[in-house]
């Protein structure tokens, strides 16, 4: 199935860095979705964003569904240890039953 | 908060044997989701299920089966186990169209087979 073009893979940072990584497609969606993984967890939902050209912001998460709908962007402002993970990203196209299109993941490492 | 729990979070299986993995959500979601997670290959879809007793193939469905006998439940069955289904395994619901895309994981099921 499609996939979405998600970069940078993996990312290694100092603590108290912002973090940028991007999604996109040649598909347009009408939903973008952001989700972190722990080790060994499922993932879970950060941030939805419906509109094209919506900024979210969750905590120190901010979000922006792309102007032209095939592309999203995610930032994480002052990193912590704990945002050590996988964040994926996610495409929906409003039918197909809630169906979504995952991004491969950024491994996001933090060192203290 | 929306719940999706799943029944083993580790198992492991023989060669040849039936395995069910069981997932339950409680927010009265229409659609329900099985998708598997290896390393370099992201999630792959294996079936989802928009209604009670529906189902639909995934990108992956071959070697799995579905079960979904009520709303909330939603089974992943693999018919007879072989070591490259070793994998984590995710459950997930959505609400029904026209409530967006949202989908939420349950906490994944560790399958080995030996």
């Known amino acids: 199935g499609q996939q979405l073009n998600q970069s940078p893979q993996s990312m290694f940072i100092q603590e108290g860095e912002d973090v940028s990584m991007n999604c996109t497609s040649s598909?347009?969606?009408?939903?973008w979705l952001w989700y972190k993984q722990d080790p060994g967890e499922g993932p879970v939902l950060l941030i939805a964003?419906?509109?094209?050209?919506e900024l979210t912001s969750n905590g120190r998460l901010t979000a922006q569904f792309g102007i032209t709908r095939k592309d999203s962007f995610l930032n994480i402002s002052a990193s912590i240890p704990s945002d050590v993970g996988i964040y994926f990203c996610?495409?929906?196209?409003?039918?197909?039953?809630?169906?979504?299109?995952f991004g491969q993941g950024t491994i996001l490492t933090v060192h203290p | 908060d929306v719940k999706v729990t799943q029944s083993s979070r580790y198992l492991v299986k023989r060669t040849g044997e039936k395995v069910f993995l069981e997932c339950v959500q409680d927010?009265?979601?229409?659609?329900m989701f099985w998708y598997r997670q290896d390393p370099g290959l992201g999630l792959r879809l294996i079936y989802f299920?928009?209604?009670?007793?529906?189902?639909e193939k995934g990108d992956i469905p071959e070697g799995y089966s579905v079960s979904r006998e009520k709303k909330e439940r939603f089974s992943l069955i693999l018919e007879s186990a072989s070591t490259n289904q070793t994998s984590m395994y995710l459950c997930?619901?959505?609400?029904?169209?026209?409530?967006?895309?949202?989908?939420?994981f349950g906490e994944g099921s560790w399958l080995t087979v030996v």
């Open positions: 964003l419906y509109k094209a050209g």
């Open positions: 997930a619901s959505s609400p029904g169209r026209g409530s967006g895309n949202t989908i939420y």
């Open positions: 598909s347009i969606f009408n939903t």
């Open positions: 299920s928009y209604d009670v007793k529906m189902k």
């Open positions: 996610a495409g929906g196209s409003g039918t197909s039953y809630g169906k979504l299109t």
């Open positions: 927010m009265d979601h229409e659609n």
